[in-house]
């Protein structure tokens, strides 16, 4: 029987791309030193080295979310042949007040929320801090659809240690047969989820080749509607396509 489910935030419940796109654009063309490089290209750079300094520094405790802002964009600046701590600082400030300014819900998520409010638990598992994440889902109205809240900056680790989803498990009070994990990173969300003997589903909204073919996958959350162990929970409730 289900109990639990659980719930990635950033680019599962909260369209992070959208806010992460936006963002960066407007920085992009007020900033000669990354328009030497095409938009598309940096786009990229600035998604690569955001994961790579969020996991290398913030996860482990290593820098507060404010410095490694900072370092994110002293790196891009490097990158493109400038060193200015200066201009990091000021793009850091501008690149935050617009991806604040953008944040929306992937479509179906409050609607997904309510339909499930009281049937299960319903969990977020998330590498961020509980501040960063609370006060997010707080103005974006769904916090008090969450029972179980794990973050990696209680712990200085995060997905896809296992140790994440043992304490998960612990606090929704479940097995991990009771459980069920959705996310949109296949590595951290789903063969994590997996190797700690939980049913996980992926959602690839970008149609991203699927590195192993038995992972069920989904590309909305109106599709978790059709899934066969969520019938019993949604189907009476199925959105209009």
């Known amino acids: 029987m289900l109990k639990t489910l659980f719930f990635d935030i950033d680019d599962t419940l909260f369209d992070h791309y959208n806010s992460m796109q936006a963002?960066?654009?407007?920085?992009?063309?007020?900033?000669?030193?990354?328009q030497t490089r095409p938009l598309p290209e940096m786009h990229a750079l600035?998604?690569?080295?955001?994961?790579?300094?969020?996991?290398l520094y913030v996860i482990p405790r290593l820098m507060t979310l404010h410095e490694a802002r900072k370092k994110r964009f002293e790196i891009l600046l490097?990158?493109?042949?400038?060193?200015?701590?200066?201009?990091?600082?000021?793009?850091?400030?501008?690149?935050?007040?617009?991806?604040?300014?953008s944040r929306?819900?992937?479509?179906?998520?409050?609607?997904?929320?309510?339909?499930?409010?009281?049937?299960?638990?319903?969990g977020v598992i998330s590498n961020n801090s509980i501040e960063e994440q609370t006060e997010k889902l707080q103005t974006l109205g769904i916090y008090d659809f969450i029972d179980v809240w794990?973050?990696?900056?209680?712990?200085?680790?995060?997905?896809?240690?296992p140790r994440i989803y043992q304490i998960a498990l612990e606090r929704a009070g479940c097995a991990a047969h009771e459980a069920m994990m959705i996310g949109d990173d296949h590595a951290k969300?789903?063969?994590?989820?997996?190797?700690?003997?939980?049913?996980?589903?992926?959602?690839?909204?970008?149609?991203?080749?699927a590195p192993s073919?038995?992972?069920?996958?989904?590309?909305?959350?109106?599709?978790?509607?059709?899934?066969?162990?969520?019938?019993?929970?949604?189907?009476?409730t199925e959105p209009k396509r």
Request: net charge negative; hydrophobic share 40%; proline share 3%.
């Open 23 to 34: 963002a960066f654009e407007r920085i992009y063309h007020q900033t000669p030193e990354f």
């Open 46 to 55: 600035h998604k690569k080295v955001l994961e790579e300094v969020h996991d």
């Open 78 to 101: 490097e990158q493109c042949g400038t060193t200015n701590g200066t201009l990091a600082e000021r793009l850091k400030d501008d690149y935050r007040t617009t991806f604040l300014e």
């Open 104 to 122: 929306i819900l992937l479509e179906g998520t409050e609607k997904l929320l309510a339909d499930l409010k009281g049937k299960v638990k319903i």
């Open 150 to 161: 794990v973050m990696s900056g209680e712990f200085g680790f995060g997905k896809p240690d």
């Open 189 to 209: 969300d789903v063969e994590a989820a997996q190797k700690a003997g939980i049913r996980a589903i992926w959602l690839n909204r970008f149609g991203h080749p």
């Open 213 to 236: 073919p038995d992972v069920t996958q989904i590309t909305s959350l109106a599709d978790l509607y059709a899934l066969e162990e969520l019938q019993g929970l949604l189907s009476a």
